[in-house]
């Protein structure tokens, strides 16, 4: 059905300005209630069937378990303890969700005044049926959507809606000409919208899901999270690494029996390299990492809602911001003043102050009068309100008990009609306005007549006018926007504004900011636009102007589709749809609605589009740094893994026991954990790099380790059957294989982090300090089934120090050329 043949059947048996029976709002009652926001489940059950699907905690779980049937209890309480941040994460999310649908909520009327039977009544808002005649006051928001039937002088905010900060001015429908095909849009009332000006009349023709706001509600709760792509390559490699331990462990055990050794021995040798070879660290790592920079980039005033957002933060190569309340304030204020011939500025000002509503909550009106001098005392007469048609506004006042006076202000084409001036004076200040529209000013004008004593004040001055001056207000540009433009565009990162603003005030803002140049590429999406046909058609586009939430979505889609992995940052409600499909949707702490701050994964608390630059850079590291604790438990486990399945199948005795196991992983958990968490950036934004899927290493990356992990895993197995003799000394040995593979580590955190933390030194230090101890000590290293090295053990021990510190260097320059 038609939006013209709805209309026609709700109208049908509705004459005028009648309201409906009780026999027609039952009989319309099929169309269901009004029930915007649905409410949402609740309880520990629905928390429960959120947590279940998440794949890490049932990977953490299953590990755990491993770990307890092997008998490693303190492994597995380890991942257990890890269990408890993410289900509190997933607990405070649906809390979060639970109250995203309040803040929707918030937005609407709860009750409604309709005419029903001849009467006015107040009833619940989710009464409402198509066809009922609402009354909507100023201040008000409209109970769902409709047709406005009557009222002058309205004016709307659908900032929630459009982003727009400016009024709209609506007008009523004559109700006694035929409806269009489509009605035009400023006869519409939506619900989510508030009225500012005047009274209206409300025929309501769309409720509950069928509205706008219905619409934009339903976008952003479809739908659950997927799992992050960083995530998914963790569980792959958990698996790919799980599954090479569990065969190797099989196959370790078989070999022993087949050699003789028996079966305490081949599950000694299996149990051990099993310990050594699950990789229980990547996902502990991992959360451990995430948790760490929730709290950095709090400090950057970015509030992370959702951790795994983290990931995604620093990989952001393009932004699509809204305008409105993000890269300007969102308010206007008054940039411009240019007064007439013998008229001072602040006479202009009292002009325009007086033709305003001191009650009114327009922003013009209130930038107008927060403006101007203090007011003089004075009666109102008469008000004649700004209408689409008339397009200025009247006031007649007696101020300090002189003559009436009329003050006008509004369009200043029509203004300036009502003004005494010549063509050519008219022609000059026509000019004038020109220049601040193009610049993306909202410019008025103001004029004052004075009334004869005993003028009449039933109808509106309409000539006569002495023209008093020009008034430019502009929503301002919010401070340290356009560096961080700038930096965005260093780096490669695509910024694109979208607003409802005139195509004209978007071109000035972008050149304002220095988005586009001097010529920025400005676009408007025309109702069934394919945005990606129109986004590969005009290239380099800087700005969407006009735009809608559909079409804001359809952008983000467009871009995504391109490869770009996208940030969106907005404050209205408008803006959920697409903060959810983003890839990382960044909410307006301090002017953002509240939906849009529940929705959204980061929220910036300070609303300053430098944040969010600031944001990128900090997750880019976080990125890297995870990446290099990665490419350490990688380096060290490969010598480690290889060694102890390596030496059993040799037939030799093994290489290390589990009390060597322990103790390595005393070593690697911490040194993982800690040291590459806090590393400080090594330069400004580095250029992005557009993959839409997140890998932890480039192939020249995963050679490199390798490469490096096999020549650490030779140094072992050869220290291990070097110090192992004729005379088959096995303590000398695995004195010596666990020296090089120790000091292996602390070489690796050397050339990963550079020492350039504090925690990274004195891990480096504590591992070669309980090296010497435990070895070198007699009574530790009998203890532990060792036995102290001679001098030239300590010569190899060093050159491998040594060299591994400086290959791990090469390996994390590597790295650092390679971040995606």
Known sequence: MTTADLLASIMAGVPGHDGLSAAQVQARRSHGFNDIVAPTASGWMAVARDTVRDPMLWFLVFTAGLFALLGQLGESLTLLAALAPLLGMDAYLHRRTSASSAGLASRLASTARVLRDGRWQEIPSRELVPGDLAEVTPGEYFPADGLLVAGSGLQADESTLTGESLPVAKRAVDTGAPLLAEVPEVHWGTAGTRLLTGQAHLRVVFIGGETRYGEIVRTATEGGHAATPLQKAIGELVAVLLGVALVMCGVLAAIRLWHGHGWIDALLSAVTLAVAALPEEFPVVYTFFLGVGVFRLARRKALVRRAVAVENIGRVSCIVSDKTGTITAGSLVLAHRTAAAGVTDDALLLAAAFASRPDSGDPLDQALRGAAPPLPPATRLADFPFTEARRRETVVLRVDDANATAFMKGAPETVLAACTLPQAERDTWLAEVETFASSGHKVIACARRS????????????????????????????????????????????????????????????????????????????????????????????????????????????????????????????????????????????????????????????????????????????????????????????????GAAAIPLMGLPLLFLPVHIVWLELVIHPTAMLAFQDLPAAGPLAPVRRHRGARFFSPGGWLAIVLVGGLLSVAVVWSYLHALGADRDVEHARAMALGVLLVASAGVTAGLTRLRRPTARWLVLGTLASLGAIVQIPALSRLLNLRPLHLTDWAFVAAVFAGSAAIALVVATRLRRHLD
């Open 451 to 642: 009334l004869a004593t005993g003028a009449s004040v039933d109808r509106e001055p309409e000539d006569g006018f002495e023209f008093a001056g020009l008034l430019a207000l502009e929503d301002p540009v919010r401070d340290g926007v356009r560096e961080a433009v700038a930096d965005c565009l260093a780096a490669g990162m695509r910024v694109i504004m979208v607003t409802g603003d005139h195509p004209a005030t978007a071109a000035a803002i972008a050149r304002e900011i220095g988005l586009g140049g001097a010529a920025p590429q400005v676009i408007v999406l025309a109702p069934g636009d394919d945005a990606a046909a129109v986004l590969g058609a005009q290239g380099g586009v800087h700005v969407v102007a006009r735009a809608t939430p559909p079409q804001k979505l359809a952008l983000v889609q467009a871009l995504q589709a391109q490869g770009e992995l996208v940030a969106v940052t907005g404050d209205g409600v408008n803006d959920v749809p697409a903060l959810r499909m983003a890839d990382i949707g960044v909410a307006m702490g301090e002017r953002g609605t509240r939906s849009a701050r529940e929705v959204a994964p980061v929220v910036l608390l300070d609303d300053n589009f430098r944040t969010i630059v600031d944001a990128v850079a900090e997750g880019r590291q976080l990125f890297q740094n995870l990446r290099l604790a990665f490419a350490y438990l990688l380096l060290v486990h490969l010598p480690l893994v290889i």
